[in-house]
């Protein structure tokens, strides 16, 4: 399977090791010392790789010995800089007089082991290079692209396509139907297809606002939680008693409540996936009793399986199948985003080549914009052309889409890395601005090779790549809260697929995905029989990043602890290097 990811995110990682082994600190500790060859040696070394990158990163696309071929270089070069983090500690260790035969005798072993690892991280190094002719890399020079000059806009584009406001009026005509006290509507549409959107539309159209007093948005996800889904609701309808932790107490409250409303109510379960019977028929309890109580429940879910779709639908309604956009309304909504200034008219040449680019989203709504975003800045008729016969377009993975794809391909190095860094967050989980710029900050991905690195210039570096992502659609402002963001599904999945095994998430009982690559990992609702699991996966691992992360509504006051507490004893026992980062609430 080709990946997009190992030549563009070490692109971005060389630069932070080149200006670490250039340092006085280092230059210093090891004047004099016969480590000073071998770290010499371990720049030109990665100066030579570094000219590959460019080169590899396009031909991996086609070619997977090109792919594992990167992945073993991307591993070599964290070896590379987690022993630069050692050797750093040890500069500064040094500038303690040692006073004793005992400190200078570990002194001078420690040295030993540290150039037996360099030289083993070299030997590596170099191997890979011997096979650049085998694969036929060579050095080619790097183009930074443009980023669009576009503001965010909100994504109401579907409300103008034909075949969407026909699925609008349809649902909305459902919705106010008062022939039954409870209809369950599913949306059933492939990912990327526009069924969150056309589910907002309905959500956000003035006749419905009017109609139903109280509108839960929830969502859902892989993970059908029933008592969670449950206090949701309640937190919505009636914030002062969804303080109950047991389901039987949530849903004779949320029966209760149903009694005092005075207009219908309206839920929406957003990307559910769950078809368990049991699960769906135990949630349903309290709704099905609604006709005695007098109340009005309309629930609309989304799903990407006909299965959830058949099992959700409840009452005298039908299916809501989305089909693919037509290559017309795909090009409309590419053209649009494209051309947000200009006319499109006034570039014929582009127009063309933009027909044949929409054509190739495949009838995904999803895709058009995030590729008209990508084309916004751009009015060069040979970039056009190229992006319309990419070799991406004919990659075959059903989970990632190409148009995605081919836009994670054209960001910046160091965009793609933030980028990839955010396959730690579950899909659905809100973030804000300033947390994940920070995150990326403590990774130490805007230290640059010139100037003072001072906190507010890499502030600045990282809202500026925050606000690319969101420019290219790679983040979205949450509905639920303005303030925070979320990413799509698709472009979660396209996260966690360019991080590859680097990122991990701990999610149930999934440990055995914590490997010797990992270098980070993210958890939440974690149980201690989990984190035993964990700790074992994680023997022989050295982590970079280890961090939990609660919903919106739990998350706690942000924290950064150079110690752990007594909570946290079960962490002791991991052989690796943590960082232990609790988010901020906003």
Not at 3 to 8: I, P
Not at 32 to 46: A, N, P, V
Not at 139 to 152: A, D, G, Q, R, V
Not at 507 to 533: P, W
Request: with cysteine; net charge neutral.
């Amino acid at each position: 399977m080709a990946e997009l990811v190992g030549g563009a995110i070490l692109s971005a990682f060389l630069p932070v090791l080149f200006e670490r082994l250039a340092s006085p600190e280092f230059r210093k500790f090891f004047d004099g010392q016969i480590l000073q060859g071998e770290l010499k040696k371990l720049k030109i070394t990665l100066n030579s790789v570094n000219g590959l990158l460019t080169d590899a990163e396009e031909k991996q696309i086609t070619k997977p010995d090109v792919k594992i071929w990167l992945d073993h270089l991307r591993e070599a070069i964290y070896e590379a800089d987690d022993l630069l983090d050692e050797i750093e500690y040890k500069a500064l260790k040094s500038k303690l007089k040692a006073t004793s035969w005992m400190e200078k005798a570990t002194g001078f072993i420690s040295k030993y082991k540290i150039r037996q690892r360099l030289e083993a991280i070299l030997n590596t190094l170099q191997l890979l290079l011997d096979q650049k002719d085998t694969l036929g890399l060579a050095e080619k020079l790097s183009l930074p692209p443009k980023t669009p000059t576009t503001s965010l806009r909100d994504d109401d584009d579907d409300s103008e396509i034909d075949t969407r406001v026909k699925d609008k009026e349809a649902i909305i005509e459902s919705l106010l139907s008062d022939s039954d006290s409870l209809v369950v509507m599913p949306i059933w549409g492939m990912g990327g297809i526009g069924k969150t959107t056309l589910a907002q539309l309905v959500y956000n159209d003035t006749r419905i606002e009017a109609q139903f007093q109280h509108r839960p948005w929830i969502f859902v996800s892989e993970v059908f939680d029933v008592t969670r889904v449950t206090k949701d609701i309640l937190r919505v309808v009636n914030p002062e008693s969804s303080n109950y932790d047991r389901l039987d107490l949530l849903q004779r409250q949320l029966l209760k409540e149903f009694s005092s409303l005075e207009r219908k109510l309206l839920i929406v379960l957003d990307d559910f996936w769950s078809d368990n019977t049991r699960d769906w028929y135990t949630f349903l309890k309290p709704f099905l009793e609604v006709e005695a109580r007098k109340a009005m429940i309309k629930i609309v879910v989304t799903t990407r399986h006909e299965s959830v779709a058949s099992l959700t639908l409840t009452g005298p309604v039908e299916v809501r199948h989305l089909n693919e956009l037509t290559d017309r309304e795909c090009w409309y909504l590419l053209e649009k985003h494209a051309f947000v200034k200009d006319d499109s008219n006034a570039y014929p040449q582009l127009k063309a080549h933009g027909e044949k680019i929409a054509k190739n989203c495949r009838g995904l709504p999803l895709a058009a914009k995030t590729i008209g975003r990508l084309l916004s800045a751009e009015r060069d008729v040979q970039k056009w052309k190229e992006i319309s016969s990419s070799d991406i377009w004919d990659l075959k993975n059903e989970d990632i889409n190409s148009a995605l794809r081919l836009s994670y391909h054209y960001l910046s190095s160091l965009s793609k890395r933030c980028f990839a860094y955010c396959a730690l967050f579950p899909k659905g989980y809100e973030f804000g601005k300033e947390e994940v710029v920070l995150l990326w900050m403590a990774e130490g991905f805007f230290v640059q090779a010139q100037g003072n690195n001072s906190k507010k210039e890499m502030e600045e570096i990282g809202n500026g790549h925050f606000n690319d992502l969101v420019t290219r659609s790679f983040f979205q402002r949450s509905k639920g809260s303005k303030s925070h963001f979320v990413m799509h599904d698709l472009f979660n999945d396209l996260a966690k697929f360019v991080s590859g095994e680097f990122c991990s998430r701990l999610e149930g009982n999934n440990s055995s995905n914590i490997v010797k690559r990992t270098r980070h990992v993210s958890y939440a609702d974690v149980d201690l029989d989990s984190l035993q699991k964990f700790s074992g996966a994680c023997k022989d691992n050295v982590l970079r990043t280890f961090i939990s992360l609660e919903p919106l509504e739990r998350r706690s006051t942000f924290k950064r602890r150079s110690t752990l507490k007594t909570d946290d004893v079960m962490l002791l026992k991991f052989n690796c290097k943590i960082q232990q980062i609790y988010l901020k609430k906003y």
